[in-house]
């Protein structure tokens, strides 16, 4: 299926997924590290470069990776929620990283759960 698909970044998510898929998380960090793109916004779905280190390293066991990278695409979701305050689809896609960054602040105050 890879094979068939033109060359560029819907190539590059594909690919991402299915290796993650096959538990290629070298392959995945490797592939990553040479995007030339941070972020792929498709009708099925949302890619953000730092989510995806967060996911690769969520697998690989390694918590502090994991938390630095979904803090990372936290920040720059937040930003994008606040400038665009009207769009809902900007508001659920910002949703997961926040939930992986669990234990920072709410607004209110209250740390959140993980």
Do not use: C
């Not at 936290?74 to 400038?83: F, G, M, N, Y």
């Amino acid at each position: 299926m890879l094979k068939t698909l033109p060359p560029g970044r819907v190539a590059d998510y594909v690919w991402i997924i299915v290796a993650m898929g096959d538990r290629n998380y070298k392959a995945v960090l490797d592939k990553l590290g040479s995007l030339s793109f941070d972020t792929l916004e498709l009708q099925t779905g949302y890619f953000h470069k730092d989510l995806a280190y967060a996911g690769v390293y969520n697998a690989l066991k390694e918590p502090s990776a994991m938390k630095s990278h979904a803090d990372l695409a936290r920040v720059a979701l937040e930003k994008t929620v606040s400038e665009h305050p009207d769009d809902p689809a900007i508001i659920l896609r910002s949703a997961m990283p926040m939930l992986i960054s669990a234990g920072k602040r709410r607004p209110s105050g209250r740390e959140t759960r993980p």
